[in-house]
């Protein structure tokens, strides 16, 4: 399975973030996480990667995240209430894996996330759908925008 160093788009990085519990990258509008092999993520190790996405991207920028699965990892799943009750600019939400093991919280994480997620088994098309959900939204958020002004 591909890292997110090991394809050509990492070329587009504006920050990397590496915590105890594993990687995160950010991209503009984009955020790829990385974590560590036998992780049992909670929301404590989620703030610190919320905080650093309000760092890079401010607090009401809409965020598209990818859950890169390269390694086997548990989530707490009573903690996914409060992650996306904190961080309402998350608004596209994907997950890469190639095993049914990388998709196993999947269900639970569907329950609490008011979108769709998007499965995918290569992290290359992940970051395709991303960044054109993204500008999609973008471009009809500015519409939105546009009909709203006085002329």
């Known amino acids: 399975m591909k890292r997110v160093k090991d394809i050509p788009f990492f070329k587009n990085i504006k920050e990397i973030r590496e915590y105890q519990f594993g990687t995160f990258y950010f991209f503009d509008g984009l955020v790829i996480s990385e974590i560590n092999e036998g992780i ?74 008011k979108n ?4 995918f088994t290569d992290l290359e098309k992940a970051i395709e759908w991303s960044l054109k959900k993204s500008e999609m939204h973008h471009k009809k958020t500015a519409a939105k925008r546009n009909n709203y002004l006085p002329t």
């Open 40 to 113: 049992t993520f909670g929301w404590d190790m989620a703030q610190k990667a919320i905080n650093a996405a309000r760092e890079v991207f401010g607090e009401d920028m809409p965020i598209a995240y990818i859950s890169n699965r390269v390694n086997a990892y548990h989530v707490v799943p009573t903690d996914w209430s409060k992650f996306y009750k904190n961080r309402n600019q998350l608004v596209f939400y994907s997950v890469v894996g190639n095993t049914k093991g990388s998709f196993a919280s999947l269900v639970m994480e569907r329950m609490f996330f």
């Open 116 to 119: 769709s997620i998007k499965k």
